[in-house]
């Protein structure tokens, strides 16, 4: 079976591995001068390509029932026996998945090797302008190929190479592509304050939607010059679909009855400090600045002239610090891809087009989200996998 995977990254290299594995004559046409240039970017140069706990909750997409079906027995384990059979053993910290390594490049040469061990061609700094059906099978660059995988990320990044090129061949097709939004990425707030803007503070982040709590993450919140950024803030980021409120506890170790005996009896020996001394060991001075502007108290107030109600205001402004959502950042500055070709249109199991036949897809052109930790690099490798193999069948 003669096989085309367009696009070298994580999904078109496991494509190509689990496809020449299974006998396929496979060749992998990329656009960049370099397969898995992407890869060499992901979990700060170190790949976190995979995590411990792979469950379809950790994924958004309109079709969950789809993932149900597409992870069934492919989680962690899954992975980590792909990369060993590579020559990368996995390590795990805090359920995210990297080599042992610790190096990206490591991951994209051992996928390379392996495709080249296996006789896949890979044809570099080819980028594909088009492809087409030809009585069961695929034109693809003025060659016939009986299969046809398409893994061409989706638009995030487009520097690395992903420029939505995948949604408009699938639309070619005659798949229904769900609108794309840049999905892990930064929001923007309404009337940034940009005193605030380097400060890093471990927090709370609740995203608030329609006046209800929809998701809370914690871990180190970024400030910016446009708004938020950070892990916390990126994982919030695909719930925003044009009203959003997002609320910092920026102490949550304490609840608001503690802190605000904590700081009540912390008063009574550093009364004379305004807020911002007072509370220096507990948060960046700036943040205790708009926590008072926020509660509507002069910040250079001494703490010991609050009254237990202002007192009260002011630990309810640091728990609850509240940011109006207007955006997210662009394209270039998102890791992943919200929205995608329809999977009620494709089988979960293989990964085959329910419309054209011989057709698969895999990676991020699929309409599946996954959250900071490796999820979406997981997905890669299932769905790469899922399609190389049945693509050879
Ligand atoms: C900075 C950054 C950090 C990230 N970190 C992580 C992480 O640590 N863990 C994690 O799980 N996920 C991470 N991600 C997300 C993850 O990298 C992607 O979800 C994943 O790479 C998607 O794989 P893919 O193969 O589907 O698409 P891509 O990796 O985008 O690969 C698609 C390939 O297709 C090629 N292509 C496109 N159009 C054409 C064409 N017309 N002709 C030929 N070739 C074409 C592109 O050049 C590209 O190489 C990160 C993303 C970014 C941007």
């Known amino acids: 079976m003669k096989t085309a995977v367009i696009g070298g990254g994580a999904a078109g290299l496991a494509s190509a591995v689990f496809a020449a594995r299974a006998g396929g004559a496979v060749t992998v046409f990329e656009g960049n001068d370099r397969v898995g240039r992407k890869l060499l970017s992901t979990g700060n140069g170190r790949c976190n390509l995979s995590n411990a706990d792979i469950s379809p909750a950790r994924y958004t997409t309109a079709c969950p029932s789809f993932l149900e079906a597409a992870l069934k027995g492919r989680g962690f384990d899954f992975a980590r026996e792909f990369f060993a059979s590579v020559g990368v053993p996995l390590t795990v910290e805090e359920g995210r998945a990297y080599p042992r390594s610790m190096r990206a490049s490591a991951v994209a040469d051992a996928l390379r090797f392996e495709c080249l061990r296996l006789g896949a061609e890979l044809r570099t700094g080819v980028r594909v302008s088009g492809a087409e059906a030809v009585k069961g099978r695929f034109m693809v660059e003025g060659e016939m190929f009986d299969r046809l995988i398409l893994a061409c990320g989706g638009m995030a990044a487009p520097a690395l190479g992903s420029d939505g090129f995948g949604f408009r061949l699938a639309k070619a097709f005659g798949h229904r592509v769900l609108e794309p939004y840049p999905a892990l990425v930064q929001l923007r707030v309404l009337g940034p304050d940009k005193s605030l803007k380097g400060i890093r503070a471990a927090a709370r982040a609740a995203a608030v939607v329609g006046g209800r709590r929809v998701r809370v993450e914690e871990g180190e919140v970024q400030f910016t010059d446009y708004g938020l950024s950070g ?105 992943t891809t919200r929205g995608g070709v329809d999977l009620r249109e494709i089988e979960p199991k293989t990964m085959e087009s329910r419309l054209v036949r011989g057709l698969y897809f895999a990676g991020e052109i699929t309409d599946v989200c996954g959250e900071c930790g490796g999820y979406n690099l997981h997905w890669a490798w299932v769905s790469g996998a899922a399609a190389g193999a049945a693509s050879a069948r």
């Open 231 to 335: 892990v916390p803030i990126m994982q919030l980021s695909p719930l925003f679909r044009g009203e959003m409120e997002v609320a910092l506890d920026l102490l949550p170790e304490w609840d608001f009855t503690s802190l605000t005996e904590e700081l009540s009896a912390l008063a009574e020996r550093l009364g004379e400090l305004p807020p911002g001394d007072f509370l220096g060991g507990y948060l960046h001075k700036n943040l205790t600045r708009r926590a008072c502007l926020n509660a509507g108290l002069e910040p250079s107030r001494p703490v010991g002239s609050l009254t237990l109600r202002e007192l009260k205001s002011l630990v309810g402004a640091i728990k609850n610090m509240s940011f109006k959502i207007v955006g997210t950042n662009s394209w270039p500055q998102a890791q």
